[in-house]
Protein backbone atom coordinates (compact mmCIF):
# COMPACT_ATOMS: atom_id res chain seq x y z
CA UNK A 1 0.00 0.00 0.00
CA UNK A 2 2.14 2.69 0.61
CA UNK A 3 3.55 4.64 -2.61
CA UNK A 4 0.76 3.36 -4.04
CA UNK A 5 -1.19 6.42 -3.37
CA UNK A 6 -3.76 5.02 -0.72
CA UNK A 7 -3.04 6.61 1.59
CA UNK A 8 -4.82 9.54 0.04
CA UNK A 9 -8.14 7.78 -0.74
CA UNK A 10 -8.80 4.35 -0.57
CA UNK A 11 -10.06 3.72 -4.37
CA UNK A 12 -8.32 3.65 -7.79
CA UNK A 13 -11.04 6.44 -9.25
CA UNK A 14 -10.87 9.86 -7.70
CA UNK A 15 -14.13 10.25 -6.00
CA UNK A 16 -16.77 12.14 -7.79
CA UNK A 17 -15.98 10.94 -11.41
CA UNK A 18 -19.24 10.81 -13.42
CA UNK A 19 -20.11 7.43 -14.53
CA UNK A 20 -22.75 6.78 -17.07
CA UNK A 21 -25.57 9.69 -18.10
CA UNK A 22 -25.61 12.55 -16.50
CA UNK A 23 -29.14 13.66 -14.32
CA UNK A 24 -30.23 16.99 -13.44
CA UNK A 25 -31.60 17.94 -9.88
CA UNK A 26 -33.72 20.24 -8.78
CA UNK A 27 -33.71 21.85 -5.87
CA UNK A 28 -36.64 19.71 -4.48
CA UNK A 29 -35.31 16.71 -6.22
CA UNK A 30 -32.44 17.15 -4.15
CA UNK A 31 -33.61 17.54 -1.13
CA UNK A 32 -36.02 14.30 -2.02
CA UNK A 33 -33.09 12.68 -2.75
CA UNK A 34 -31.15 13.49 0.65
CA UNK A 35 -32.49 11.01 3.70
CA UNK A 36 -30.92 7.98 0.85
CA UNK A 37 -27.95 10.14 0.33
CA UNK A 38 -27.36 11.03 3.83
CA UNK A 39 -27.11 7.87 5.05
CA UNK A 40 -24.68 6.65 2.63
CA UNK A 41 -22.60 9.21 3.11
CA UNK A 42 -23.00 8.93 6.68
CA UNK A 43 -21.41 5.25 6.13
CA UNK A 44 -18.72 6.49 3.82
CA UNK A 45 -17.45 8.77 6.09
CA UNK A 46 -17.58 6.56 8.89
CA UNK A 47 -15.62 3.38 7.06
CA UNK A 48 -13.22 6.03 5.44
CA UNK A 49 -12.22 6.44 9.46
CA UNK A 50 -12.10 2.61 9.66
CA UNK A 51 -9.65 2.38 6.63
CA UNK A 52 -7.52 5.45 7.54
CA UNK A 53 -6.69 3.43 10.95
CA UNK A 54 -6.01 0.01 9.38
CA UNK A 55 -3.88 1.66 7.14
CA UNK A 56 -2.01 3.42 9.84
CA UNK A 57 -1.68 0.44 12.14
CA UNK A 58 -0.67 -1.84 8.42
CA UNK A 59 2.19 0.97 8.18
CA UNK A 60 3.13 0.51 11.77
CA UNK A 61 2.97 -3.13 11.43
CA UNK A 62 5.15 -3.08 7.98
CA UNK A 63 7.84 -0.97 10.19
CA UNK A 64 8.48 -3.97 12.66
CA UNK A 65 8.40 -6.21 9.87
CA UNK A 66 11.67 -7.24 8.19
CA UNK A 67 12.59 -9.81 4.96
CA UNK A 68 13.67 -12.49 7.27
CA UNK A 69 10.99 -12.11 10.40
CA UNK A 70 7.84 -10.46 8.78
CA UNK A 71 5.18 -9.28 10.82
CA UNK A 72 2.00 -11.03 10.24
CA UNK A 73 -0.16 -8.46 11.46
CA UNK A 74 1.19 -6.12 8.66
CA UNK A 75 -0.87 -8.79 6.04
CA UNK A 76 -4.36 -8.68 8.42
CA UNK A 77 -3.93 -4.94 8.43
CA UNK A 78 -3.37 -5.00 4.57
CA UNK A 79 -6.50 -7.14 4.14
CA UNK A 80 -8.75 -5.09 6.52
CA UNK A 81 -7.64 -2.00 4.62
CA UNK A 82 -8.14 -3.65 1.43
CA UNK A 83 -11.59 -4.79 2.54
CA UNK A 84 -12.34 -1.05 3.78
CA UNK A 85 -11.49 0.37 0.49
CA UNK A 86 -13.66 -1.69 -1.68
CA UNK A 87 -16.80 -1.11 0.69
CA UNK A 88 -16.50 2.46 -0.07
CA UNK A 89 -15.93 2.60 -3.18
CA UNK A 90 -19.61 0.27 -3.57
CA UNK A 91 -21.13 3.51 -1.46
CA UNK A 92 -19.70 5.73 -4.28
CA UNK A 93 -21.28 3.81 -6.68
CA UNK A 94 -24.16 4.06 -5.24
CA UNK A 95 -24.16 7.41 -5.22
CA UNK A 96 -22.83 7.85 -8.96
CA UNK A 97 -25.79 5.28 -9.49
CA UNK A 98 -28.55 8.31 -7.77
CA UNK A 99 -26.33 10.68 -10.15
CA UNK A 100 -24.81 12.72 -7.86
CA UNK A 101 -20.82 13.22 -7.17
CA UNK A 102 -19.19 12.43 -4.34
CA UNK A 103 -16.34 15.31 -3.56
CA UNK A 104 -15.23 14.86 -0.23
CA UNK A 105 -14.30 11.63 2.65
CA UNK A 106 -13.43 13.86 5.51
CA UNK A 107 -16.56 16.79 5.56
CA UNK A 108 -18.78 13.90 2.99
CA UNK A 109 -19.26 16.60 0.09
CA UNK A 110 -21.64 15.60 -2.37
CA UNK A 111 -22.52 17.94 -5.88
CA UNK A 112 -25.97 17.28 -7.73
CA UNK A 113 -25.69 18.44 -11.13
CA UNK A 114 -28.36 20.94 -12.07
CA UNK A 115 -28.44 24.13 -14.39
CA UNK A 116 -28.50 27.46 -13.28
CA UNK A 117 -28.65 30.61 -15.98
CA UNK A 118 -28.62 28.30 -18.75
CA UNK A 119 -25.23 26.77 -17.26
CA UNK A 120 -24.52 23.99 -15.62
CA UNK A 121 -23.67 24.02 -11.97
CA UNK A 122 -23.65 21.73 -8.75
CA UNK A 123 -26.19 22.19 -6.03
CA UNK A 124 -23.68 21.23 -2.99
CA UNK A 125 -24.84 19.75 0.35
CA UNK A 126 -22.22 18.55 3.27
CA UNK A 127 -22.79 15.86 5.92
CA UNK A 128 -24.44 17.83 8.86
CA UNK A 129 -26.73 20.17 6.68
CA UNK A 130 -30.30 19.79 6.77
CA UNK A 131 -30.90 20.00 3.41
CA UNK A 132 -29.40 21.83 0.09
CA UNK A 133 -28.93 25.16 0.77
CA UNK A 134 -25.50 25.63 -1.70
CA UNK A 135 -24.73 25.84 -5.13
CA UNK A 136 -21.37 26.22 -7.11
CA UNK A 137 -19.75 26.51 -10.51
CA UNK A 138 -18.23 23.35 -12.17
CA UNK A 139 -14.74 24.58 -12.17
CA UNK A 140 -14.93 26.61 -8.71
CA UNK A 141 -15.72 23.24 -6.20
CA UNK A 142 -16.38 23.70 -2.32
CA UNK A 143 -14.30 27.08 -1.63
CA UNK A 144 -16.76 28.59 -4.16
CA UNK A 145 -20.25 27.57 -2.41
CA UNK A 146 -22.74 30.68 -2.49
CA UNK A 147 -26.14 30.65 -0.77
CA UNK A 148 -29.19 29.66 -3.02
CA UNK A 149 -31.37 32.20 -3.54
CA UNK A 150 -34.62 31.80 -1.79
CA UNK A 151 -36.76 31.77 -4.97
CA UNK A 152 -34.58 28.81 -6.01
CA UNK A 153 -35.60 26.75 -3.07
CA UNK A 154 -38.17 24.88 -5.22
Given at each position: MPGSGARDRPGARAAGEPRGARRRFSVADAN??????????EDIV??????REMVHEYELASALS????????????????????E???QFVAELEAL???FKGFDLGLVDFPTERDG????LCWKLGEPNVAFWHDVDDGYSGRQPLRPAAAG
Amino acid sequence: MPGSGARDRPGARAAGEPRGARRRFSVADANRALPLIRRIVEDIVSEYARWREMVHEYELASALSTADAPNPEAEHFQRAAQASAEEIEQFVAELEALGVHFKGFDLGLVDFPTERDGREVFLCWKLGEPNVAFWHDVDDGYSGRQPLRPAAAG
